[in-house]
């Protein structure tokens, strides 16, 4: 006689076991309808599962923000399904839910085309207006392996051969399609509604490895209501307008090539802009009282054995093997090298804390299918820092890094931010009680920050735990750029130590942390938040002078010198075209502010300043001109 206990806490007994929909139905008509599946005990199962002991049991609806990846699941179901009506040659291989909607990976000699996808997503409104009943089965292995060689499928052969012996073999089937699945699932087709769409195809490795055969991966998107996706599709409209790969190439800003993949080729304007971002955040950190410091490049694979991350990361590593037969590593991260700065001579309590910052060169032998532009690359900078603290200065350092991080954020123009919590990994350096006491210090110093944190279970370093901070940009994209992260372990492995108070020898703590993350991918990131309108303390040239006729162009260069001795980045437009030619392109250049002059300018020493995106101009006097210019470059104070 099962009790079951829901969520406001009422608790419902029954004679016998029950399914998920008798009890939905039990509690409510509307209900039974609604529900998707449910959660018994915190496991998402099917609706006609049975429960046979006391449980607490929650249903899931289409209403509740976890059922998207749900729906999504139930969406690449029905669009493998209509693949076979359409195409029944084709192999159906894996098909998992993904962030923003779902793929499904496929076999077959033709490939898809648009027109295909077309096809495939009027059916998938079919066969969710059939309303088709998606039903569990359980099958033991060998009847699930003759099976899949019956109908000449290989790829399911290879799945079920992977699954370990005594896992229950599920599958699910809808109409006459059928897959094997781990679930749960809606309990019909309707439930996925008509808010999707197929996206696009590619091709795809089976199970990633290059020497398997290619498969076809279709992807599609899937939202709760027409309105989400509507919205989505918007958003990415206006995402591949702000394609930082396109704009660094109209920019002039960089440029990428084969010869050098996962590197960036900075030109003189992409240089500009990387360098006064490093600039405001080195003057930052200054006022913080970081100590910047500069590590080597190649570090002895012993450094990296003792460190841990030999074990850890080996794969990502470039290697190089010296003439007297040392194996050294291109640096992956910049930890160890701190640690050995701080080991030179004795440290005391009283030089605690040490802020320890480097614009630090890494390299990480990135997959090339994972490469994005400027965003995910081989080569890149962090601007990373390393805290090296007491234990009982965790939770005052952590809320002054906070502090500087949102005030930094700020000055980039992002202030919705929010924070990840991330919990020891299952492979991980350290034992468990110094993984508690790690998670403690920094549960404690989120407490003291006023930060709210969501669980990101099993993501932390595998030295410690670690806080991502995720901010939200102009379109509604999330980016995870700044962490921190206690750790104990690595002073351990790497012999750090300090002089306490009572005279002993003690460990620091040692606290990561990065503001940006990369210098590389901040910089695509503020691209597409501008796109590539930057402010003007931020544009690689704030100003173009550019003359109305020839007549004034010894009265553009007064005016060019005056502006480049005040401190400002300007160039100068002298060329036998028409101003509003001159007007549109630096407009499309995206240069903040162009500096007319012309022969009534030069008599009166004004000049008319355009803003970038204004109709109108303002006239000024040349000193006034200079003045408002040059405030209105300033950084952020």
């Keep these: 006689m099962p009790n079951i206990t829901l969520p406001d806490g009422s608790v419902r007994s029954f004679d016998n076991s029950i399914t998920g929909f008798q009890l939905a139905s039990d509690i409510g008509p509307g209900l039974a309808k609604a529900a998707l599946i449910m959660l018994v005990d915190g496991v998402e199962l099917d609706l006609d599962h049975e429960i046979r002991d006391d449980s607490k049991v929650a249903f ?23 693949v076979q009506e359409l ?29 295909d996808l077309g096809k495939i997503e009027k059916r998938m409104h079919e066969l969710v207006d059939k309303d088709d009943k998606i039903q569990r089965e359980v099958w033991d292995r060998g009847h699930a392996i003759d099976h ?3 109908i000449d499928e290989p790829f399911k052969v290879e799945l079920v051969e992977s699954i370990p012996e005594g896992e229950v073999l599920s599958f699910y089937r809808q109409g006459d399609f059928l897959d094997l699945c781990r679930g749960p699932h809606a309990p019909s087709t309707r439930h996925v509604g008509h808010a999707f769409k197929l996206m696009s195809v590619a091709g795809a490795y089976w199970r990633g490895d290059s020497s398997r055969p290619m498969l076809q991966r279709i992807y599609g998107t899937a939202w709760p209501d027409e309105k989400k ?24 800003l960089f440029h990428m090539q084969e010869e050098a993949v996962g590197s960036i080729f900075w030109h003189e304007k992409g240089w500009t802009l990387y360098r006064e971002i490093e600039a405001h955040v080195r003057r930052r950190l200054d006022a913080g009282s970081y100590k910047e410091v500069k590590t080597p490049q190649l570090i002895d694979r012993a450094l990296w054995e003792a460190s841990g991350h030999w074990d850890k990361f080996r794969e990502n590593m470039f290697t190089a093997e010296s003439e007297d037969d040392r194996t050294l590593a291109l640096k992956p991260m910049n930890c160890p090298g701190h640690v050995q700065i701080y080991k030179q001579g004795i440290k005391s309590y009283r030089d605690l804390p040490l802020r320890m910052s480097e614009f630090g060169s890494c390299h990480r032998n990135e997959p090339s299918g994972a490469l994005h532009g400027i965003m995910r690359v081989r080569a890149f900078t962090q601007d990373d820092a390393h805290i090296f603290c007491t234990e009982d200065q965790i939770t005052t350092e952590s809320i002054i890094f906070c502090d ?4 930094i954020y700020k000055d980039f123009g992002f202030e919705d931010i929010h924070v990840k919590f991330s919990d020891r990994p299952e492979v991980r350096a350290g034992d468990d009680s110094t993984w508690d006491r790690a998670e403690t210090a920094l549960r404690d110093a989120c407490n003291a920050a006023g930060l709210d944190t969501t669980l990101n279970p099993g993501e932390g370093a595998f030295y410690g735990p670690k806080l991502e901070f995720v901010l939200r940009d102009a379109i509604g994209r999330d980016w995870q750029c700044g962490t921190l992260q206690v750790d104990f372990v690595l002073p351990e492995r790497l012999d750090a130590n300090y002089i306490a108070q009572d005279g002993s020898k003690r460990r620091p703590v040692m606290l990561h942390r990065a503001i940006l993350g990369s210098m590389e991918r901040w910089i695509g990131i503020l691209i597409e938040e501008y796109s590539g309108r930057f402010p003007m303390w931020l544009s690689p040239v704030q100003g173009v002078v550019a003359t109305i006729t020839s007549d004034a162009d010894k009265y553009a ?81």
Excluded: W
Aim: aromatic share 6%; glycine share 6%; net charge neutral.
């Design 60 to 82: 899931i609806t289409r209403s509740d923000e976890s059922a998207l990846p749900l729906i999504r699941h139930d969406c690449a179901h029905v669009m493998a399904a209509a």
């Design 87 to 115: 195409f029944p040659e084709t192999q159906v291989t894996i098909g998992p839910s993904i962030e923003n909607g779902f793929y499904y990976d496929f076999y077959r000699q033709t490939p898809f085309s648009q027109d």
């Design 148 to 150: 899949y060689r019956g």
């Design 229 to 252: 996706l509507k919205s989505y599709l918007l958003m990415l409209e206006e995402a591949e307008k702000r394609d930082h790969r396109r704009l660094g190439r109209d920019l002039d």
């Design 404 to 407: 500087l991080l949102r005030q």
């Design 557 to 637: 260069d007064k005016v060019f010198e005056r502006l480049k001795k005040a401190g400002l980045r300007v160039g100068k437009d002298v060329r036998n075209e028409k101003i509003n030619y001159k007007v549109r392109e630096h407009s499309q250049a995206k240069i903040p502010a162009i500096i007319v002059v012309g022969e009534r300018e030069e008599n009166q020493g004004t000049v008319a300043i355009r803003r970038l995106g204004g109709k109108t101009q303002e006239i000024l006097a040349l000193d006034d001109a200079i003045n408002k210019l040059v405030d209105e470059s300033r950084p952020p104070e």
